[in-house]
């Protein structure tokens, strides 16, 4: 029987013994693939007190059906494994994007189970169906940039590769696996595979995915790029006023930043203008996101050569820059990110100021540069800016002067810091992954690390670190975009919580009347706030919340880009700016030549997200002690409550919550899940429901099932 979209093998391969063998990934479809296969591997294979850097750990590569297909941005890999850094030290699950996604499913293999612990480096070579582990010896040690491109150089032309740096090598929980020059993989990854010895691996893959309607998934792809596809986070409107435009951005910034007379300064063979890039020109799609811009403003422009992103992806939201002020430090001039660390940094890393190198106004992005090349080449994962946070309030506060041995503090090149030295950036970012010193235990994470120090819980209180709960990550476009909704997911993970569902049209900037025209029809009417003047919780905002947290999680099954997906706006007037919510649907029984509606897909994303919400309460009864997802897992920091003295919740000019507001927000959201209200756990109606009855039965056991 024909397998369409899937590769339709997995393949497992254990270090300690060596063994390398395949299995059949139908097992795993009720869990599409990414995640989905993850989870299923951990709740199955690795019990939940395992230590995540003892040998019985696990971590699984995987893709979904729709990566390799030709579905535009669906470059995406996800990693799943234990939290080595957070509370509960629950499941998590990392992605990146780049090539290595298409690779593994042109190999042969929708996912690769590791498995074990090596006696010494190593790395995996996957060669189509030919699979060998190799020494990694002579790369031990090296940092990812020159890691990569040995592996490449030494096994041949075709090959992509990824590494972990001597972040992960020396198990730092902040240290992530890196593909190509900055595609990172975070929350942890790079420590477990350090534990297992693996650097890395490298992959070719020369076969194909077959696509069961090739003509309807032409025609898909053609309509996603002609009327539904914008800028980055899928941003519908330019930045700044076009001929073609109905409308630009209110407040002229999105992400949408190419324009008439921005140009990458630096591209090879001179400037190139991105000028206008009219809806259904399919061809200028990728001069709509000069991602630099939208960091960093005009000065971007000058040291732009080009833009970059994943396979199957137009939107190259990659910029990709060449710093020659760097060169005076004897530092690389060469850097490619996106996101943080290159649009963030500079002001927590050096808390006394930052300096002009040549231009007004050019040190952020010149010195967040030097720090974006130093963090991807040592492998160390800045947990969405926090680890930068951490240092920043640690030193103002006092903190580091108080836990640094005397003759540490002494050590360090402080000088560096005080005179806006890019050179200081590399230099702190290398005591941390080297761990070297008391400072490096910033590596651990915020959770340990305020344990290690004993900083007490009013450290995650206090507004300027961002700390959603007090488990040890960020707000990831929280309530300061997306009032009570944006609380309710981004406390449901064990890390940030990188869902861009509800963010991407809330800051598109399109009119906050059209695009709560177009969500309301889908949410109910009450489901959208303004920014900064929010209404009280309602049902429509649950079912909008529900939307988002269980979506994310058919990006990263499938594997699609959850910066682009889903297409809820779109750039057509003509569209009436709306754009299609069934088309993730639609384009699965394209590929798998199954019939797929959008109620298909939220049942999927139902399942997994039910699998992440049982794992993450076996794993606090275990470490925690608790049997009270809401009452421990899911609380709040309170500064999302005591922010803006001056304010009340509600009042407009602010986005401070309201207490008994957000347990009404908990109650409906639980309602709409199908979970207990009193403990945030899954019912067994639930569970039974999305075919995990067995899960029902564990939580049973343990005494965890709602009654």
């Not at 990566?67 to 470059?75: D, E, L, M, R």
């Not at 991105?274 to 020109?281: K, L, T």
């Not at 106004?361 to 040592?378: T, W």
Request: proline share 5%.
């Amino acid at each position: 029987m024909t397998v369409y979209g899937w590769a339709g093998k997995i393949l497992r391969i254990n270090f300690s013994n060596g063994a390398i063998t395949t299995e059949d990934t139908m097992k795993y479809k009720d869990y599409i693939g990414g995640n989905g296969i993850g989870y299923k591997v951990i709740y199955d294979e690795v019990p939940l007190d395992t230590d995540p850097f003892d040998e019985n750990s696990k971590v699984i590569i995987a893709v979904g059906p729709l990566t390799g297909s030709g579905v535009p941005c669906s470059g995406r890999t996800t990693i799943t494994c234990l939290s080595c850094w957070s509370r509960g030290f629950s499941v998590v699950d990392a992605h990146m994007g780049g090539y290595i996604a298409h690779q593994l499913k042109y190999a042969g293999y929708d996912a690769v189970i590791l498995e074990g612990k090596a006696s010494k480096p190593v790395y995996f070579k996957i060669d189509d169906s030919k699979v060998t582990i190799e020494d990694a010896s002579h790369l031990w040690g090296k940092g990812t940039y020159e890691a990569n491109r040995l592996l490449v150089e030494e096994n041949g032309p075709g090959f992509d590769a990824a590494t972990i740096g001597p972040a992960g090598e020396n198990l730092v929980p902040l240290s992530c696996l890196i593909t190509g020059t900055g595609n990172s993989a975070g929350a942890g990854v790079g420590a477990i595979l350090g534990s297992k010895k693996v650097k890395g691996f490298v992959v070719r893959g020369t076969g194909s995915v077959k696509i069961a309607d090739p003509k309807m998934h032409k025609e898909l792809c053609d309509y996603m790029l002609r009327e539904l596809i914008g800028a980055n986070n899928n941003h519908n409107v330019p930045a700044v006023p076009q001929s073609w435009a109905e409308y630009s951005a209110v407040g002229g910034k999105n992400r949408w930043s190419g324009a008439p007379g921005r140009r990458w300064e630096k591209a090879y063979g001179g400037p190139i203008d991105m000028g206008e890039q009219p809806v259904g020109e399919i061809d200028k799609i990728a001069y709509r996101s000069l991602k630099g811009y939208f960091d960093h403003g005009p000065i971007a422009s000058k040291y732009m050569v080009k833009v970059g992103g994943c396979s199957s992806c137009p939107i190259r939201c990659y910029a990709q820059y060449e710093f020659d002020p760097l060169a005076e430090y004897n530092l690389p001039t060469i850097v490619s990110n996106t996101c943080v660390p290159i649009s963030s940094g500079p002001s927590q890393w050096y808390p006394e100021g930052i300096k002009d190198f040549v231009d007004e106004g050019d040190a952020k992005i010149i010195i967040a540069g030097a720090g974006a090349r130093a963090m991807n080449d040592y492998g160390l994962w800045c947990n969405y800016g926090q680890l930068m946070r951490d240092f920043s309030y640690c030193y103002k506060q006092g903190i580091l002067k108080e836990k640094l041995p005397k003759e540490e503090w002494d050590a360090i090149p402080w000088d560096l810091m005080k005179n806006g030295d890019p050179r200081w950036v590399v230099e702190i970012v290398r005591r941390i992954s080297m761990r070297e010193g008391e400072i490096s235990k910033l590596g651990l994470g915020t959770y340990r690390l305020v344990q290690e120090w004993n900083l007490g819980q009013e450290y995650f209180d206090q507004p300027s670190l961002q700390l959603i709960t007090y488990n040890g990550y960020p707000k990831h476009h929280g309530p300061e975009d997306c009032w009570q909704t944006g609380l309710l997911y981004n406390v449901m993970y064990n890390r940030d919580c990188m869902t861009h569902h509800i963010v991407n049209f809330c800051r598109s900037g399109s009119p906050y009347e059209l695009y709560k025209k177009i969500l309301e029809e889908e949410f109910g009417e009450g489901a959208i706030d303004p920014p900064k003047h929010y209404t009280p919780m309602n049902r429509s905002k649950a079912r909008l919340a529900k939307w988002a947290f269980i979506g994310t999680q058919f990006h990263n099954m499938a594997t699609l880009c959850d910066w682009m997906w889903p297409m809820t706006l779109s750039p057509s007037k003509a569209r009436g700016y709306k754009g299609d919510l069934e088309l993730q649907a639609k384009f699965m029984t394209a590929v798998t030549g199954e019939k797929w509606t959008r109620a298909d897909v939220d049942k999927a994303c139902e399942r997994v997200a039910n699998m992440l919400r049982v794992m993450t309460a076996i794993s606090f009864q275990i470490h925690e002690n608790s049997k009270n997802l809401r009452e421990d897992h899911d609380k709040p920091a309170a500064w999302v409550f005591d922010k803006d003295p001056d304010f009340k919740p509600f009042e407009e000019g602010t986005d401070k919550l309201d207490r008994k507001d957000v347990e009404l927000a908990f109650d409906m959201f639980f309602e709409e899940m199908g979970w207990d209200k009193k403990t945030g756990i899954p019912t067994r109606k639930t569970l039974e429901s999305l075919g995990l009855g067995y899960m029902a039965d564990d939580l049973e056991k343990r005494g965890l099932l709602p009654a």
